[in-house]
C-alpha cells in the first residue's frame, strides 16, 4: 500500500485518467475529490463490503424453502 501525505488542494494521479483531489480537511474528515471515466464504478469500501454481504446472502441456499406452498400459489 501506497501511504501519501497531501494538503487541501493537491492531489493523486492513478494513471493517465484517473485523479483523486482533496477537497477539504476538517476536524475528522476529509472530503476527497474524484475524476474518472463514465464506465468506472467507484464506491465507498463499506458499501462495496454491504453488497458483497447482500450478494452473498441472496445466493445462499433457502432452507425453509418449501416446494409444495409455492406450488399451492402457482396453481392459484
Request: glycine share 6%; charged share 30%; net charge positive.
Amino acid at each position: 500500500m501506497l501511504i501519501l501525505s497531501r494538503k487541501q488542494d493537491e492531489g493523486v494521479m492513478i494513471g493517465d485518467e484517473i485523479e483523486i483531489k482533496i477537497i477539504s480537511i476538517d476536524k475528522g474528515s476529509v472530503r476527497l475529490g474524484f475524476k474518472a471515466p463514465n464506465n468506472m464504478l467507484i464506491l465507498r469500501s463499506e458499501l462495496k463490503s454491504a453488497i458483497a454481504l447482500q450478494n452473498k446472502q441472496a445466493s445462499a441456499p433457502q432452507e425453509d424453502f418449501q416446494m409444495p406452498e409455492v406450488r399451492k400459489i402457482l396453481k392459484k
